[in-house]
């Protein structure tokens, strides 16, 4: 399984970036997906995941209200709205592909790339 993650880059606090991952997984829409981050020097932290339907979503304390996850799984790609960026959301954005279609069912061994998000404050 591949995992393509895209849209970071430097944005200034209170900025807005949209992160997009789109992966190889066949039967896209069975499966819950994620983003987690990890910024330098600390452990990799779940953000937000979204059901294979699209219609249950859960998100991280530290970024509720401001990041939005949704997909479209015509195209299997997942996104991450992020607004009112804050310098601590510095880090490299992950996504992932969850074991079943519903939030909390864990989640593969398949990670991307990621992505860097820099907020200057």
């Known amino acids: 399984v591949q995992l393509q993650a895209s849209g970071g880059g430097l944005v200034q606090a209170g900025g807005s970036l949209r992160l997009s991952c789109t992966t190889s997984?066949?039967?896209?829409?069975?499966?819950?997906m994620g983003w987690f981050r990890q910024a330098p020097g600390k452990e990799r932290e779940f953000v937000a995941v979204?059901?294979?339907?699209?219609?249950?979503?859960y998100y991280a304390t530290a970024v509720k209200g401001r990041f939005t996850v949704s997909r479209d799984n015509a195209k299997n790609t997942v996104y991450l709205q992020m607004n009112s960026l804050k310098p601590e959301d510095t880090a490299i954005y992950y996504c992932a592909v969850g074991k079943s279609q519903t939030i909390g069912g864990g989640w593969s061994d398949a990670w991307g790339q990621g992505t860097l998000v820099t907020v200057s404050s």
């Open positions: 979204i059901s294979g339907s699209g219609t249950g979503s």
């Open positions: 997984v066949r039967a896209f829409s069975t499966f819950a």
